[in-house]
Nanobody, 119 residues
């Protein structure tokens, strides 16, 4: 059974940092892409970043480029999202998701973790 467990959210001031973690299980780590998404109140879910560790591929939505860094630790089966210089518009529930490399969509989702950035 594929499982994802996200953690690391919290309340920070503008300009602060947080590191989100997503611990995964139930699949071969190198065979899957893992992504971070977020959803703010009243807004649609947005893809933030994605990593395919085995291929060294990663990407970011434009609004977080230069501030967020995605990384993975295969031994710990964990994907991290380091978020620096946080802004109030980053406030959202953040989710991690996974699916096989090359899949069109993400079918496996973890529970969300709340990130709140105060101005």
């Amino acid at each position: 059974e594929v499982q994802l467990q996200a953690s690391g959210g919290g309340l920070v001031q503008t300009g602060g940092s947080l590191r989100l973690s997503c611990v995964v299980s139930g699949f071969t780590f190198d065979d899957y892409s893992i992504g971070w998404f977020r959803q703010a109140p009243g807004k649609e879910r947005e893809g933030v970043s994605c990593i395919s560790s085995a291929y060294g591929q990663f990407n970011y939505v434009d609004s977080v480029k230069g501030r967020f860094t995605i990384s993975s630790d295969k031994a710990q089966r964990t994907v991290y999202l380091q978020m620096n210089n946080l802004k109030p518009e980053d406030t959202a529930v953040y989710y991690c998701a996974a699916d096989q490399v090359g899949a069109i969509d993400f079918h496996y989702w973890g529970q969300g973790t709340q990130v709140t950035v105060s101005s």
